[in-house]
């Protein structure tokens, strides 16, 4: 088992996660494009990166019904999370060296918030889309100019002021690239929505712009994934052979707003 990094047993992750990220108004463009019409099909969500748990209560605003569970690396996250929320079920958990949960563990699976902190992504997308019954939905920082991917720093300051040390990578993944391992997944649809914006001010290293962009991948029996993008970058084209391409105003029709 590798070590929990220092950053995630931050006190200030707590003070942060404890009352924030916890009601609708807490969500991102991205992340409010998918989630109430993915409220509107599952019964279960498995919550990896669940912090203080409090996606739960965003989750059961949109579908009171649906069994809500987490996992986080912090075991001080996941004690916070127990004691906010004692309802639910949640897990200490690496994606890295897998989560000790069975394949399509739930209908969805949700990594919002924190992907961006870690360099190992493709390894994680791939442990992320095992645990996913039918959809799994997640968030990246994204360059479109292959030179501008890398991993940069951000200072963890998100209630208070820095340390003067404590800080998790910031990585931003070339475009190219990550329409590629979303390919190699064999989801059979590819959705996205996201738009040019500046990284946190706490972040240093990376590109003055980058996409925030969530997405979302559905199982099915497509042998190639049907793909609609409502992003300002285009699918490359030879990212997945055979692949149905629909333009972003059909998201509307797939992916229907309240």
Sequence with gaps: ???VPEWALHPDLLAYYERHR????DLYPSEARFLPWLARSVRSVLDVGCAAGGFRDIWRHYAPDVRYEGVDLSPVLVDAARRLHPDATFHQGDVL????????????VQALGWLHWLPEQERALAELWRLAGRFLFFDLRIAADPADARVGRQRLALVGEWDGRTETP???VA???????LAALRP???YGYGYWGHPSESAR?????VCLAAFVLERGER???SICLDLPLAWPGDAAPGAEILPPERLAERVPQE
């Design 1 to 3: 088992m590798r070590s």
């Design 188 to 190: 059979s649809a590819i």
């Design 205 to 209: 290293g990376v590109p003055h712009d």
């Design 170 to 172: 910031y990585v931003t």
């Design 223 to 225: 042998d190639a994934p």
């Design 97 to 108: 060296e897998g989560i000790d949960l069975p394949d399509e563990h739930a209908d969805l």
């Design 22 to 25: 916890d009601r609708p108004e």
């Design 175 to 181: 475009w190219p690239e990550l329409a590629r391992r």
